[in-house]
């Protein structure tokens, strides 16, 4: 299957995902609820990535865990950097972590017809960084503290 393109003129925002099963998401960000860089897979989606374009995070993991879903919101504050050769890109963002009741689950979202179409919810997959369309974006901030 064939990733759709990303269109500027229809980007919401950015999603990037952490899995929770491999990395104690929880407790890292307990300790610390800023991230300041993500990794990305290099491509075409990495070079678009821009300062000032919203991001949104996604925990992933096992569902019987913890509420997986949007655990923070932010923006990209400088484009993506290339790392090593073979090695993923990092992309400096600005993007703290909701308070646990804050967080949107993921069952939330698949119950909002607005966002049932989420890729990272068709795709769940797919590399860094993935991204919401202005709508999904507009429909996701309504299900956000204000």
Not at 130 to 144: D, E, I, K, P
Request: glycine content about 8%; charged content about 20%; hydrophobic content about 45%.
């Amino acid at each position: 299957m064939t990733d759709p393109r990303v269109r500027l003129d229809d980007l919401g925002a950015w999603l990037i995902k952490g899995n929770a099963d491999s990395v104690d998401l929880a407790a890292r960000f307990a300790r610390e609820p800023l991230v300041t860089s993500w990794c990305v897979r290099p491509g075409y989606r990495a070079r678009l990535m821009r300062a000032g374009q919203p991001v949104v995070f996604w925990a992933s993991g096992s569902r019987a865990r913890l509420p997986y879903g949007v655990w923070g919101v932010g923006r990209v504050t400088a484009p993506a950097e290339p790392g090593p050769p073979g090695r993923p890109w990092s992309v400096p963002v600005e993007l703290p972590i909701l308070a646990e009741p804050d967080r949107v689950s993921r069952g939330v979202l698949r119950a909002d017809d607005r966002l049932a179409a989420l890729e990272v919810l068709r795709q769940p997959q797919a590399a860094n960084p993935s991204y919401l369309t202005v709508a999904q974006f507009a429909a996701l901030r309504t299900h956000l503290p204000v």
